[in-house]
């Protein structure tokens, strides 16, 4: 008979685990959610008004749920030893250091989570793995777990998730598909139960646990390479004076092609796609396949030269100088309707003009300014760490954070759009215009502002691939 699942724990309340679980919590009142974390300000953070991370629509099911059958806490073992299944999402960021540093996913926190379960279960559990992660890492968790001396058993099962953020909410409410690999029968069957709550059974896929693995890391593979792929033809617009917009209509319309997911811009960011094909690049080399490495690697590389580029254009077109010019960014997040900005184009983007001595004014609507000087740090130190006192002067004393669009672009030389938020698109552009230096720029790193009107109202414009 199915195992009936009433307890779940989840190891991690990041921007996976947080809104999945909240999920879960809203679509199943028969079953206790609690999410545990080691960081406290973060759980505090979920168990007050502000929670840490935006996701349109997520204050309200945390707002139904929270007290009733989700809780947030720090009470990591006892919440553990409690459940009937337990959810491993914690992050797996990219090596620094040592083997595979800049490549691999460093395992560190999945490993001690593996141990900690380990430690503390009694009786039968249902282990999930949630986080993006190498293929085969089902089998480190498995092996870990075996050596439990408290005589509990354990099933492994991986459940990667594919919501992307800024529409958490949407997508975990209908998700395309939710994907469960595994072994025994009896728990894939008790954690289809859970989703079956409120997921079509037809979108409930069951494979085998490393199709399951290495099914997440190609989906991400493929949907970064889309943009790369297309970045790459805006390269080849800007030189010969086709559209970027319009080819990627023109070829969206092959339904083998299809029409989502073609948007030029200054290049992906997020803290998945990057990350899953490095370790998906460092796979194949350690299985012996270059070939394969090199073909995914270039993903990453057209990336890395999308971001140059539009710095390069910037500093061309603006006369091969832009020491001392005031410029606004708009947008800092790695995309819309998140604050969310972990390997944003937006940090290399300002780090360049920053070297280029440009006076930086910040806008976005969501991040904090405390995280955007922390980032723009980060990728200015050096390999110790340090920061020069070039660079600190420069952040210091180049970088303004502004409360809102206009003001940032106030005095610029150019606005430069780095997110797609939706109220840049509403702008006074004429008050805007006349606050401006003149001639006044307009590098739209999204293609998001209409470029006809810019033109019209004096503007001079550029988007990306034309
Ligand atoms: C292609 C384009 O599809 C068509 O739009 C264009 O006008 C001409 O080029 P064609 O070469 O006739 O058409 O055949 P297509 O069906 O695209 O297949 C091309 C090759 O890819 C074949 O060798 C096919 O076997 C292979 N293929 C296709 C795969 O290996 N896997 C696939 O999933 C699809
Ligand atoms: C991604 C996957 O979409 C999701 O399925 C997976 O679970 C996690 O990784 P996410 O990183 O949250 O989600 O956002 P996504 O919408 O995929 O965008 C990633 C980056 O690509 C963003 O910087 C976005 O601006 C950029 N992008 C996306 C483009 O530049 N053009 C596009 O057409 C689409
Ligand atoms: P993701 O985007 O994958 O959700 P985040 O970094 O947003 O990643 O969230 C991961 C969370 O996991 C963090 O809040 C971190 O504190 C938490 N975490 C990491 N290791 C452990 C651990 N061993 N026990 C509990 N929580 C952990």
């Known amino acids: 008979s199915p195992i009936a699942v009433k307890k779940i724990c989840c190891i991690g309340a990041g ?33 007050s008004e502000e929670l840490p991370i935006y996701e349109p629509g997520l204050h309200e099911i945390v707002s139904e749920c929270r007290g009733k059958n989700l809780t947030f806490t720090t009470d990591v073992d006892e919440t553990i030893r409690d459940a009937d299944m337990v959810f491993i999402s914690v992050n797996t960021p990219t090596k620094t250091f040592g083997v595979g540093a800049g490549r691999a996913a ?99 896929l069951t494979t085998n646990l490393w199709s399951s693995e290495l099914s997440k890391l190609t989906a991400n593979a493929f949907l970064a390479q889309r943009v790369s792929s297309i970045n790459a033809i805006s390269a080849l617009c800007e030189a010969t004076g086709a559209d970027v917009d319009e080819v990627s209509t023109a070829i969206g319309t092959d339904s083998r092609i299809g029409p989502k997911f073609l948007k030029a811009s200054v290049g992906f960011g997020g803290s998945c796609f990057q990350k899953d094909i490095l370790n998906l690049v460092y796979l194949c080399e350690y299985f012996g396949l270059p070939e394969v490495a090199q ?66 004014a910040i806008y976005d609507p969501q991040v904090k300014p405390e995280q955007m000087r922390a980032a723009l740090e980060s990728v200015m130190q050096d390999e110790n760490g340090e920061l020069n006192a070039m660079k600190r002067e420069l952040l210091d004393n180049n970088v303004q954070y502004c409360d809102n669009g206009a003001a940032a672009a106030d005095d610029a030389h150019a606005i430069a759009v780095l997110t797609e938020w939706d109220e840049f698109k509403d702008c006074d552009f004429e008050a805007i215009r006349d606050s401006m230096k003149q001639p006044a720029f307009v590098f739209d790193g999204r293609n998001l502002l209409k470029h006809a009107d810019l033109c019209d109202k004096g503007f001079t414009y550029f988007g990306i691939g034309f």
């Open 15 to 47: 921007y996976v685990g947080g809104p999945t679980m909240a999920m879960i919590a809203k679509q199943c009142p028969h079953i206790q959610v609690t999410v545990v974390d080691i960081n406290q300000q973060r759980i505090d953070e979920w168990n």
């Open 295 to 360: 073909y995914w690697e270039q993903v990453v590389t057209m990336n890395d030269h999308q971001k140059q580029r539009f710095v390069n254009r910037m500093v061309r077109t603006m006369f091969n100088t832009v020491s001392d010019k005031r410029i606004a960014i708009w947008g800092f997040a790695f995309k819309k309707d998140t604050n969310d900005i972990r390997e944003s184009a937006a940090i290399y983007v300002c780090r360049d003009l920053l070297m280029e001595k440009a006076k930086l």
């Open 106 to 204: 460093n395992l560190e926190f999945v490993e001690k989570c593996a141990r900690k379960i380990a430690e503390v279960s009694i009786g039968h559990k249902i282990v999930v793995e949630k986080s993006t992660l190498p293929v085969r890492t089902a089998e480190a968790v498995k092996t870990i777990l075996s050596n439990s001396t408290t005589g509990a058993s354990f099933d492994v099962l991986s459940n990667p998730e594919f919501l992307a953020e800024g529409t958490a909410v949407e997508d975990l409410i209908s998700p395309d598909r939710v994907l469960i690999g595994g072994e025994n029968e009896t728990a894939i069957n008790a954690l289809v139960e859970v989703y079956a709550n409120w997921v079509p059974r037809e979108r409930l």
